[in-house]
């Protein structure tokens, strides 16, 4: 069958990035480091095409309406995956499609813990939703699109018969990774997105799933179940992407990339052993880190961490169910200041019950770690999240009714002691608060000078900095290619962006 997959995306997002250049000339990180080929179409896409089906893959985020009518049209099937912030734009896709007569389906987080979104009225946008991971779901709907009397035998679907709302049983969640398809990069047009990005790189998922209980998570769509490629699985998609793209930058877009330290370390030496470098970020707790796997990280190519820390102090940590302390956090930041990896902290402000106090802590952990970047962004209550539950008496709007993101953000609920207004001045306190503190010359004295310490405390990493700097000269050589080719044209952005971590490595002695 022909099928086209979209990635939905508010039309809000995309009409104020291009209002302050996010798309075109390039305004940085914040408005445009979401621009990414969306990797969960991409994952069905390659499954389908294994099946023998024809696949288009259209990302909302960076097309026109026109290219996505044209993609429509030429389909049987229309796929749209949602977030909560991009559900109503999803279900404008399927009444689109459903107006050309189209089979619909609904995927992704929201249509996971709320499909009757996705299903209301006597003529509702989707045909069907799927919950939680469709790779064995879809194949089976496109079997049974004209039978839907065998639909209640499928899995992880909801749909409607005769005005009610049918849910047919969950199945287990894929446990061999490696049995799945490398995602279908090919139906993307992979230097478009090298244009728009500020950090030009390929995301990549190595694994599924995240053992911690945090209240703020979603535990379907982030499954407490982890599961993982092997770590050959992992690097031959790494060394794909490389002979395929000459990618400069790799993305981990795993939950928690950190977890299973022998598969981490398993993946360095593997990426070693075949003499590839390519400079590599991924998603991190501070708590999972250790010297020997850092060490390792910086020589197989890690150059960022991203840290969920979500909050310095005890109490909220605890309320989170974050399992971590403050201790370890303190301990996880200074191991990688040590080792040389620039990291970055995600915080949440807003929690129910939160205080001054809270906040003084979170300012205090934050001046102490020395990140060298933070994001703080304020609590979303999403739908089928612990925290929800704790306060959807207090709700104001339901979270997938609100465009919001990082940098737009809409009340959604009612604190129990501040105002929206006060909270974010309470987040721009902070990151005036991490400026003062871990911008300046004072800070990168210190961390320097914890370098040195570790080196006389480590002499090995005196024999991995001349290491590191000999597998550099291949990296080098290929930034150089991708400036003369003009592949980091950015419009206005200088090439490559001053923020860039690729600019970092290559004036890096």
Request: negative net charge; proline residues 6%.
């Amino acid at each position: 069958m022909r099928v086209t997959l979209i990635y939905a995306k508010s039309r809000l997002f995309k009409e104020k990035a291009k209002g302050i250049g996010g798309f075109d000339e390039g305004a940085g990180e914040y408005a445009r480091d979401d621009v990414f080929p969306p990797l969960g179409i991409a994952c069905l896409g390659a499954v389908l095409e294994e099946k023998g089906h024809e696949v288009r893959l259209i990302d909302d985020s960076i097309e026109e309406d026109e290219v996505i009518e044209e993609a429509i049209r030429w389909s049987e099937v229309v796929g749209v995956t949602a977030l909560t912030s991009n559900a109503r734009r999803a279900n404008d896709l399927g009444r689109m499609a459903k107006g050309m007569g189209k089979f619909t389906v609904a995927g992704g987080p929201h249509p996971t813990v709320a499909p009757e979104f996705f299903l209301e009225g006597d003529d509702p946008p989707f045909d069907l939703t799927v919950q939680s991971e469709g790779d064995l779901v879809l194949p089976e709907i496109l079997e049974n699109v004209d039978r839907p009397e065998n639909w209640p035998n499928i899995k992880n679907l909801t749909f409607k018969r005769d005005g009610e709302l049918v849910q047919t049983p969950r199945r287990g969640f894929i446990k061999d990774l490696d049995s799945l398809p490398f995602p279908a990069y090919h139906l993307y047009d992979m230097n478009r997105y090298f244009k728009y990005m500020v950090n030009p790189g390929i995301p990549i998922v190595s694994s599924r799933g995240c053992p911690y209980a945090c209240t703020f998570c979603d535990a379907e769509m982030t499954p407490r179940n982890y599961r993982a490629m092997s770590a050959e699985r992992t690097v031959e998609l790494m060394d794909k992407m490389m002979r395929d793209y000459d990618a400069p930058q790799m993305f981990f877009f795993d939950d928690l990339f950190t977890i299973n330290k022998k598969r981490v370390m398993a993946i360095c030496e593997e990426l070693i052993r075949r003499g590839i470098f390519v400079e590599w970020s991924a998603e991190s707790r501070v708590d999972t880190v250790t010297h020997e796997m850092l060490r390792l990280m910086r020589k197989a190519g890690c150059i960022k961490l991203y840290f969920g820390l979500e909050s310095g102090s005890p109490n909220q940590l605890i309320t989170m169910k974050k399992s971590v302390t403050p201790e370890g956090i303190l301990k996880g930041a200074k191991l990688t200041r040590e080792i040389g990896i620039y990291f970055k902290f995600f915080i949440i402000y807003g929690f129910p019950g939160e205080t001054d106090e809270d906040h003084a802590c979170t300012e205090e952990i934050v001046k102490r770690s020395l990140p060298h970047n933070i994001a703080v962004s304020l609590l979303c209550p999403h739908k089928g999240t612990e925290v929800y539950d704790q306060i959807k008496d207090r709700i104001i709007h339901q979270p997938e009714d609100v465009e919001y993101g990082y940098w737009h953000q809409t009340e959604m609920w009612r604190h129990d002691r501040y105002s929206f207004e006060e909270l974010q001045a309470a987040r721009d306190q902070l990151i005036d608060k991490h400026r003062e503190a871990c911008t300046g010359i004072a800070s990168k004295i210190q961390r320097k000078w914890e370098r040195l310490a570790a080196v006389a405390k480590h002499p090995q990493l005196i024999g991995d900095w001349f290491e590191i700097r000999s597998r550099k000269k291949q990296y080098r050589k290929r930034i150089d290619r991708w400036m003369k080719d003009g592949r980091f044209d950015h419009g206005n952005i200088p090439a490559p962006a001053a923020s860039s971590p690729v600019r970092e490595a290559v004036a890096a002695d």
